[in-house]
């Protein structure tokens, strides 16, 4: 026998941002709507740490520092790829999930709750290059005025 299987998904009138497992940042209909009639195309990330909170915001032209939206056909939704910002701030992202969002009219942003529990990593920091290994072997590392010191008596 048939059972009715109810339509769980509820469409959002409001803005709604998601991160993906692929690491994009996709917004819903009502945010691309949010985005175009602001005429915004592309957007600065703004990130709190202390709130564990991000922000997009309106940039004026394209900058090296910033992300473009890519806004689906008929502007069903739009979305860009921002897996080393979540990586970098340590957001577990295997999972899709809509995250609370709300357009800020007074600062013209829209700003992104993420939940404290998808948080698994400490945040990182880019690493700096500490010393230079020398082959021959593991465990050879020398930092860079020994290596110098090294190479100026070889040529006497």
């Given at each position: ?66 992300y473009q ?40 942003l829209l ?46």
């Amino acid at each position: 026998m048939y059972k009715i299987f109810p339509r769980n998904l509820a469409r959002a009138s409001s803005p709604v941002v998601s991160a993906n497992r692929l690491g994009r940042i996709t917004l819903n209909a009502a945010a691309a709507r949010k985005m175009l009639e602001k005429q915004i195309e592309y957007v600065y990330v703004l990130w709190d740490a202390d709130a564990r909170k991000f922000a997009l915001q309106r940039c004026p032209e394209p900058d090296a520092t910033a992300y473009q939206l890519r806004f689906a056909e008929g502007n069903a939704g739009a979305g860009f790829s921002a897996k080393p910002f979540l990586k970098t701030i340590g957001y577990e992202f295997e999972e899709t999930i809509a995250l609370a969002t709300q357009w800020l009219e007074n600062e013209q942003l829209l700003e992104v709750c993420l939940p404290t529990e998808s948080f698994n990593k400490k945040y990182r920091f880019p690493r700096t290059r500490k010393s230079k290994k020398v082959s021959g072997g593991a465990g050879n590392e020398v930092n860079e005025k020994e290596l110098a010191a090294s190479s100026s008596t070889a040529r006497q």
